[in-house]
């Protein structure tokens, strides 16, 4: 079992940026990715980025274009994205995830989710 829990969600103005932090626990070493997800109300669950946990190797969502970037640190079992020049079509509440599968930009791939922290881009 591994459990995540996300912060650093809040209330920013456009253009502006956040960190959001994702703590891991439990069986972690069972890892092979970690994802962050976004859901704005209304939509379905949305791929944000992942990493490979072994070598860092990142991969995004067409929509983040430079603007975003995932990051993780082994020795504290921590998944990060720091989200810069957001607008107001990044509120969203955003979620951690993590999969010892292959498939890693849909939802279903993964198999652990935190709680999710939420993000509001005013204009």
């Known amino acids: 079992q591994v459990h995540l829990i996300e912060s650093g969600g809040g209330l920013v103005q456009a253009g502006g940026s956040l960190r959001l932090s994702c703590a891991a626990s439990?069986?972690?070493?069972?890892?092979?990715?970690m994802g962050w997800f976004r859901q704005a109300p209304g939509k379905e669950r949305e791929f944000v980025a992942r990493i490979r946990w072994i070598d860092g190797t990142t991969y995004y969502g067409d929509f983040v274009k430079g603007r975003f970037t995932i990051s993780r640190d082994n020795a504290k079992d921590m998944v990060y994205l720091q989200m810069n020049s957001l607008k107001p079509e990044d509120t969203a509440v955003y979620y951690c995830?993590?999969?010892?599968?292959?498939?890693?930009?849909?939802?279903?791939?993964?198999?652990?989710w935190g709680q999710g922290t939420q993000v509001t881009v005013s204009s």
């Open positions: 439990g069986h972690t070493f069972r890892m092979g990715y």
């Open positions: 995830a993590a999969t010892n599968g292959l498939t890693t930009i849909h939802p279903v791939g993964y198999d652990y």
